[in-house]
């Protein structure tokens, strides 16, 4: 099997982890509303939309921060014996993050979930906590084969 080529890819918010967020902050909302409209009027009426509507502050205010610091930059699959990683892999992953100007080697990329245009992956530091991060195939059309055929040959 061949060596996948050394590729840089953008990563950074997507679409469909913004349709994901304001969905299940939905949800909660959508159940207590319809609680509601079942039940006959009452004190226990105003407790319920107090909560549900409590509920929906906290997702909303957790779904800003999570959409305000997720992780953009661009992921770099090098080829070579250089950088970390497992022995076994013909080359190694390097995060560079946007903000912070950064480069950290990776021990490795894990898929977390494949929509085929749009993937979830797990970054995984030497050190440190895990980066989860999103790409999108609409960031560099051209270039998406070689990232997903770099991740692919990596996860095998």
Do not use: K, N
Not at 47 to 71: I, K
Not at 104 to 133: K, N, T, Y
Request: net charge positive; aromatic share 10%.
């Amino acid at each position: 099997m061949r060596a996948p080529p050394p590729v840089a890819y953008p990563l950074a918010r997507s679409a469909p982890l913004a349709v994901a967020l304001v969905v299940v902050g939905l949800l909660p909302l959508l159940q207590g509303l319809i609680w509601w409209l079942s039940q006959s009027s009452g004190a226990g009426q105003r407790a319920l939309v107090t909560l549900v509507f409590a509920s929906v502050l906290v997702w909303a205010l957790w779904a800003w921060r999570v959409w305000v610091r997720w992780p953009r930059g661009s992921l770099h699959w090098e080829i070579g014996a250089t950088g970390g990683g497992r022995p076994s892999l013909p080359g190694w992953w390097c995060w560079r993050d946007e903000r912070t100007g950064q480069a950290v080697i990776l021990e490795g990329v894990d898929v977390a979930l494949d929509l085929q245009g749009h993937v979830l992956l797990r970054l995984r530091p030497a050190r440190g906590r895990s980066i989860w991060a999103c790409a999108s195939r609409e960031a560099d059309p051209a270039r998406w084969p070689d990232f997903r055929r770099a991740w692919t040959a990596c996860a095998a």
